[in-house]
């Protein structure tokens, strides 16, 4: 079974950069789908999708309303998947999830994810 790592979360202030990590474990990583999510504490918030990109990287899902602040890159040969974020605010304080699925992100992305990592935290200080 697939296994998602997010690596890469911490402290950060604002106006800063920070890139994320995604180590995928056990995944066929050949095809599907793989994503960032990210969820706030603020109670009954929703994860709320960042970017995803399809396998083949025919495809790449962006929220606009991240403002082109996310760029999402892979490793093909590590099978890792990174986040990079940028001019980081603290409204972007959450904790940032890893997701894959084992298709293409037209079909999975983003209520069909059928992996997910526990998630790493990101905290934006002013």
């Known amino acids: 079974e697939a296994q998602l790592v997010e690596i890469g979360g911490g402290s950060v202030q604002a106006g800063g950069n920070l890139t994320l990590s995604c180590v995928a474990f056990?995944?066929?990583?050949?095809?599907?789908?793989m994503a960032w999510f990210r969820q706030t504490q603020e109670p009954g918030q929703r994860r709320e999708p960042i970017v995803a990109i399809d396998i083949d990287e025919t495809r790449v899902y962006r929220n606009s309303a991240m403002k082109g602040r996310f760029t999402v890159t892979r490793d093909k040969v590590k099978n890792i998947l990174h986040l990079r974020m940028s001019s980081l605010n603290s409204e972007d304080t959450a904790t940032y999830y890893c997701a894959a699925a084992q298709v293409d992100c037209g079909m999975g992305y983003p209520y069909g994810m059928d992996y997910w990592g526990e998630g790493t935290l990101v905290t934006v200080s002013s």
């Open positions: 056990g995944y066929v990583y050949n095809s599907g789908c």
